[in-house]
């Protein structure tokens, strides 16, 4: 098959509304990692604090412009994006590596999510409460937060800016975005929409180079009101002390997982399979939603494994541009090295592979999907994140020790369930120590109008989406009014 290479694009950063140029880096594609997706420039400390800046010069007048004009801006992103799937699926697919129908549904994702937000502005804002004075009323308000930096990962390059940058402005925030550098193709399209949206210059900024750099020169500005921020567990911890160390701003954090997928005796064998191979593989078992611990119990573990077993080895790995791929490559070299590495470490460990545990031998980091059985809980392979295809069955006896593995764990994201029993379904519900729970349906695949985040090590902070978002972009002020 002949490919036509598109031209190499650039993106500059959005400083107070003018392009900014800077050392240019390339990104390449992971599937043909000799093929240059997108060239962008990296912005400098100083670039960094012109545009926090910025955003605290503009973020008063933005916070005052009428909601009927908000909601307007905010919309018409959410439209253009809409209007463009598309070409943007193609893009991510090819910076990022995600399989182009996964794309798709994330940039249309990210356009429901403008639109969405635009919408919230006319639901109530506050709350009206009787004084217990006489002729005294109170009233609980929302102001802005201010300037919120937003650091964001590489596995979903427009959902996760989405759903931090859309409340942020709908709420009346000034933003300073740092998208991950291995995806910065994605956020330069983002940014090149918002600037076209009629939004105020400085409102929306866009800052680009490594974490260490940018994303540090973030953290310790003392003119930032808020991090919100999503990636790894220890680069969170991080943050939350820079956040404390620097002004002590308000933070939010959602980070990694280790997602449990029990399986009943009473399972129904082919939604077990279709769940488990969605939640561990799919998106190349790079989403913190992933399920990627299988707590199976004995009367149905042969079976399950077995048929699990078939259905990961006859997942095609992929060109993600090819509609019959079932895996795209891992996102970059250094993420398939750490999941080999886990490989070795879970077979050290005494588990066993029973499908993939090696590389392809295409062109590209690409990785087959790869099955421990003979797990246990307390292998490091069933306790670190590896944000990888990567997963491990764990056999129990029965209820009661699957849920106690289930929450056996630092993290707390997601947990699912399959089962035919009501009474096993509500119990697990009750007893989960995660953020987020289902029932005969994958660990991931979250919807952008209801709260998502976790426990533990997989969260600090408000959930984000729905309108849960507005609890971390606003702050309460209390009035009270004599009359
Ligand atoms: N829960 C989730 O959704 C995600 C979890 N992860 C987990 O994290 C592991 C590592 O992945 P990685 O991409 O390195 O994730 P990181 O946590 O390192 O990166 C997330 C974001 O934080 C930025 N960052 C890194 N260091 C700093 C810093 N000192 N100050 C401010 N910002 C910083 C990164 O910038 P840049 O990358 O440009 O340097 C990126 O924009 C994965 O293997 C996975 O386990 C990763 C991505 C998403
Ligand atoms: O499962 C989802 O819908 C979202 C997952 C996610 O946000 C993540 O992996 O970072």
């Not at 500005?221 to 956040?243: E, K, L, N, P, Y």
């Not at 149905?300 to 090819?322: C, E, N, S, Y």
Request: hydrophobic content about 40%; some cysteine; glycine content about 10%.
């Amino acid at each position: 098959m002949t490919r036509r290479i598109p031209p190499v694009p650039h993106y500059l950063n959005l400083v107070d509304g003018r392009w900014v140029d800077g050392e240019r880096r390339p990104n390449t594609n992971p599937a043909r990692p000799g093929e240059v997706v997108a060239e962008y420039a990296r912005a400098e400390p100083a670039d960094v604090q012109a545009a926090v800046d910025a955003a605290g010069r503009a973020q008063p007048g933005w916070a005052s412009t009428p909601v009927g004009r908000r909601m307007e801006i905010l919309d018409r992103i959410g439209t253009t994006i809409l209007g463009r799937v598309e070409e943007l699926a193609v893009l991510l697919s090819r910076e990022e590596g995600k399989l182009l129908g996964e794309a798709r549904a994330e940039v249309t994702r990210a356009g429901q999510t403008f639109r969405y937000y635009a919408h919230q502005l006319l639901q109530p804002q506050g709350e009206l409460y009787p004084s217990t004075r006489e002729r005294v009323y109170a009233e609980v308000r929302r102001r802005p937060l201010g300037v919120v930096g937003v650091i964001t990962p590489w596995n979903y390059p427009w959902a996760i800016p989405a759903w931090k940058v859309a409340p942020a402005l709908a709420y009346g925030n000034a933003v300073v975005l740092k998208p991950a550098e291995l995806v910065t193709a994605s956020a330069g399209e983002l940014a090149r929409i918002i600037a076209g949206s009629g939004l105020p210059p400085g409102v929306f900024n866009l800052v680009m180079g490594s974490g260490r750099t940018v994303g540090e020169e973030l953290l310790t500005s003392a003119r930032i009101d808020g991090i919100t921020f999503t990636g790894g567990t220890a680069t969170g911890r991080h943050v939350a002390q820079q956040c404390i160390a620097h002004g002590n701003k308000r933070f939010q954090l959602e980070m990694g997982g280790k997602n449990p997928l029990v399986v009943l005796d009473d399972a129904d064998l082919s939604i077990a399979v279709r769940c488990a191979l969605d939640g561990s593989f799919f998106s190349t078992g790079q989403r913190c939603t992933a399920s990627s611990r299988l707590i199976v119990q004995a009367g149905v573990h042969d079976r399950f494994v077995d048929a699990l077993t078939k259905a990961t080895q006859a997942l095609r790995v992929g060109d993600p541009l090819d509609e019959h791929s079932r895996l795209g490559p891992v996102a970059s070299a250094d993420q398939l090295t750490q999941n080999l590495e886990y490989v070795e470490i879970g077979r050290r460990e005494g588990a066993t592979v029973v499908a993939g545990g090696q590389h392809t031998a295409d062109e590209g980091q690409f990785m087959r999907p790869t099955l421990f059985v003979d797990a246990r809980n307390d292998m490091r392979l069933a306790r670190e994140e590896i944000f990888g295809p990567v997963s491990c069955v764990i056999r129990v006896d029965g209820f009661d020790e699957a849920v106690g593995v289930a929450n056996d764990t630092p993290f707390g994201l997601s947990s699912g369930i399959i089962t035919t029993s009501l009474s096993a379904a509500e119990r697990f519900k009750s007893l989960s120590r995660s953020g987020i729970v289902t029932v005969n349906l994958s660990t991931a695949g979250t919807e952008l109008h209801l709260p998502f985040g976790g426990s533990g090590a997989s969260n600090h902070g408000p959930r984000e989406q729905g309108v849960y978002a507005r609890d971390f972009y606003t702050v309460p002020v209390t009035c009270y009014t004599g009359w």
